[in-house]
């Protein structure tokens, strides 16, 4: 593994040759709340309309195969910081665990390379990452509101000021901000001596409960709203530490109207896709279009009516999968072209290294992942370098229990092209031990449970391994 990395490094490193010699690119890393991977309309959603994430992928590439590591809000946001796993960065669920001070920190490292950092939004993380040195920021604690939003903003002196109220809605008004920061950094139309930047622009919507922006609160009424497959699939096989989960709609008075709620949901991502756009459009005003590298993503998914639930947490494929859209910048050859969407197993522990491999810098060996670039290169001629390689299995991790409202049980996993394997291992008593194992390739939907089924010990067996071969290399530990 220690070759395998080192490797690595090596050949990132002569990649990012030409960005290191030429103007870096700026970077734009735009997260949502809760959106599911095949809430797009370029993912083939049936009425929900996103434009401009659609153009991000028509533009650049989509990563189909995209998963976070703990399907849940503050504990991805972590990762996507310091490109560490939850048990690594100390940020393990939303009760107010901390991040640990010795974690890699992707703004501090994009700061030694020259760029200037900016975040605008959503942290959720203890501190709400205001301790942390930015050039600029505007964001707000916890969940926020999303009408008449409280938020606090840096001063030219990189103090934070108090938190104060806004008016209009939350996504908009923190846009705004993300506007006008990136925009006023700009003398006389042009970035010539100014620093490349980075922007951090993480939304809240579509975040429970649904509250969209009034000029979208009538829209898709007439959209026909059509269950899940699985909705009336009662779970049979599953195990209890699933089927006892506080997750069901209508156990919360937001989620006893199905449609509603859908319409909702899809009307706050309508939101957030006009706010794309607007960044997008900006980017164009201001000639840095083609200059500038663009990310978009979620922190987890979303359980829509699947077995009647809702939420994420779990290890099952609408709560863990997530869009994963990157536009590059012009000056970057030798890619695939625009609207290609790329089938590898990425995961958002990898976002840290990207947006280091496009800066022109390399991921400190203690960030976990690996950048996502080399799996969007053109094919060439000859072997494909260990980094072009797509990742053959996983690692899942959920800790957040007992908590005061869903009661999922810890668990963790493993995760292949073919199989995912679940293990509920602590606690309470009654439930530890249970497990869930699927043939994704004949099953994607998660229907059937071969954990206990003898003709399957032998691929426990072997997932086991390979579980706590990536646990040992991770360093995952039991957290109690």
Not at 267 to 296: F, S
Request: glycine letters at 8%.
């Amino acid at each position: 593994m220690r070759i395998f990395l080192s490797l690595f490094v090596l050949v990132t490193l002569a990649n990012s040759s030409a960005l290191i010699a030429a103007d870096r690119p700026n970077i734009i890393v735009m997260m949502t709340d809760d959106q599911r991977h095949d809430f797009l309309s370029c993912a083939g959603h049936p009425f929900l309309k996103t434009p401009n994430m659609d153009r991000i992928a028509k533009e650049g590439f989509r990563y189909t195969n995209m998963f976070v590591t703990n399907a849940l809000c503050a504990p991805s946001r972590a990762t996507l910081m310091t490109g560490q796993y939850s048990h690594k960065n100390g940020v393990r669920d939303n009760l107010g665990t901390k991040l640990n001070p010795d974690a890699p920190w992707l703004p501090d490292e994009l700061r030694k390379l020259g760029y200037e950092v900016a975040f605008c939004g959503k942290s959720h993380v203890p501190g709400h990452f205001r301790e942390k040195t930015w050039d600029y920021y505007f964001g707000f604690r916890g969940q926020g509101d999303y009408l008449k939003p409280v938020i606090a903003e840096s001063g030219p002196d990189g103090k934070i000021g108090p938190d104060k109220p806004y008016e209009g809605w939350m996504d908009d008004v923190v846009t705004d901000r993300a506007i006008a920061w990136m925009t006023q950094r700009q003398e006389g139309g042009t970035t010539k001596g100014k620093k490349p930047f980075v922007l951090f622009l993480f939304f809240k919507a579509p975040h429970r409960a649904w509250q969209p922006a009034p000029r979208n609160k009538d829209l898709y009424a007439d959209a026909v709203v059509k269950k899940p497959a699985l909705w009336d699939d009662p779970g049979a096989g599953k195990p209890r530490a699933f089927l006892q989960a506080a997750n069901m709609f209508g156990q919360y008075p937001d989620t006893k109207d199905y449609d509603g709620m859908v319409r909702d949901y899809c009307r706050c991502i309508t939101g957030v896709d006009d706010n794309v756009g607007r960044v997008l459009k900006a980017l164009d005003d201001t000639h840095l279009a083609d200059d500038t590298a663009v990310m978009y993503t979620s922190d987890n998914g979303f359980f829509m009516g699947e077995w009647q639930r809702f939420d994420k947490r779990f290890m099952h494929e609408p709560s863990i999968r997530v869009p994963l859209l990157v536009k590059l910048p012009k000056s970057l050859t030798g890619y695939r072209d625009g609207g290609s969407k790329l089938d590898p197993m990425v995961l958002n522990v990898d976002i840290a290294p990207t947006v280091l491999e496009l800066a022109g810098g390399a991921a400190p060996a203690a960030m976990q992942g690996r950048s996502v670039l080399p799996l969007a290169r053109a094919p060439r001629p000859g072997p494909v370098p260990p980094e072009g390689k797509p990742r053959e299995a996983w690692y899942y991790e959920y800790f957040e229990f007992p908590d005061v409202s869903h009661n999922v049980n810890k668990h963790r996993g493993v995760r292949t092209t073919k199989w995912k394997l679940i293990h509920y291992y602590d606690p309470p008593f009654q439930f530890q031990n249970e497990w869930e194992l699927y043939d994704l390739a004949n099953d994607p939907e998660e229907r059937v449970n071969l954990a206990n089924r003898p003709a399957m010990k032998g691929t426990v067996k072997e997932l086991q391994a390979t579980m706590d071969a990536l646990r040992k290399e991770l360093g995952a530990t039991d957290v109690k």
